[in-house]
């Protein structure tokens, strides 16, 4: 898949829109549009420990136009980890939302790493049409204080989640609206 936003892999047939200046972004000045032209994704690499807990939070609104195209005001996607199946069916309704008032919610989902491994935090659309489910803000971090966690970060995981910050990173510059082919 595409490279084009930093530190992320742009999956699909699709390809996934870059939004700069389409609507107000939850931080910063940009977020994903996860449908392109239609159903895409877009994931990255992290490094996880064995038997620690994780935290994988995002932010969630969708795309509102509906000038070219009809589209359903019921955005969702599924959220994978590795291969298995972190959030099934993630919904958000942009009824009474606009590009100034998109109405970010905030989505929050744990896991333990069942090994020590790089996993694929992939987030994939449910819709086959073009003005999809938005996403932005996107952090992976250990549970602290928990006492089913067993493990000292290794010094590549803690590198891994940079790269993954300053990946994220890279989606709070705003501009024009950018369709980013695969």
Known sequence: GST???NWVIGGPNNVDLIRDG???QS???????????????GQSVSLVAGTTYNVSFW?????????YST??????????????????????????????????????????SST???????????????????DNVSVTAVTNNPTNNAVPEPSEWAAMGLLGAGLLGLVIRGRKKNLAN
């Open 28 to 42: 910063g000045y940009q977020s994903i549009d996860l449908n392109g032209w239609g159903a895409s994704s877009i």
């Open 117 to 135: 491994q790089n996993y694929f935090l992939n987030f994939v659309s449910n819709m086959d049409s073009p003005m999809g489910m938005a996403l």
């Open 60 to 68: 969630v609104a969708g795309n509102t136009e509906t000038r070219w």
């Open 72 to 113: 359903s005001v019921i955005k969702s996607m599924n959220v994978f980890i590795g291969t298995d199946l972190l959030a099934g069916n993630v919904t958000f309704d942009t009824t009474g939302k606009s590009a100034t008032d998109m109405g970010w919610e905030k989505r929050e989902y744990s896991f333990v790493a």
């Open 4 to 6: 084009v936003v930093t």
């Open 23 to 25: 609507w107000a972004a």
